[in-house]
Nanobody, 114 residues
Framework: QVELVESGGGLVQAGESLRLSCTASVSIVNMNYMGWYRQTPGKERELVAC???????EYTDDVKGRFTISKDNGQKTMYLQMNSLKPEDTGVYYC????????WGQGTQVTVSS
């Protein structure tokens, strides 16, 4: 069973930064999709940033220029560097990976106060 463990969430003020980590229990080299999602109360989980294949990165418009997705294959970890955080970035952040099957992390809370 593949497990994804997220960490790095917390409470920060607007303008500050956080780095989220998602560590897999298996190698991530063969993952054909890896992404970060955000969910807020009453809303569906939405894509924030993702890798498509090994290199191509995509971001939702409201985080472009502020968030950076990256990965370290040796550490089996995907990251989300979040800078210039805004209150509207608040939510539970989940990582998702897919190879032959799809996997989700348990979520980590990010709260940005104004």
């Amino acid at each position: 069973q593949v497990e994804l463990v997220e960490s790095g969430g917390g409470l920060v003020q607007a303008g500050e930064s956080l780095r989220l980590s998602c560590t897999a229990s298996v190698s991530i080299v063969n993952m054909n999709y890896m992404g970060w999602y955000r969910q807020t109360p009453g809303k569906e989980r939405e894509l924030v940033a993702c890798f498509i294949g090994a290199i191509r990165r995509e971001y939702t418009d409201d985080v472009k220029g502020r968030f950076t997705i990256s990965k370290d294959n040796g550490q089996k970890t995907m990251y989300l560097q979040m800078n210039s955080l805004k209150p509207e970035d608040t939510g539970v952040y989940y990582c998702r990976m897919r190879a032959l099957r799809e996997y989700w992390g348990q979520g980590t809370q990010v709260t940005v106060s104004s």
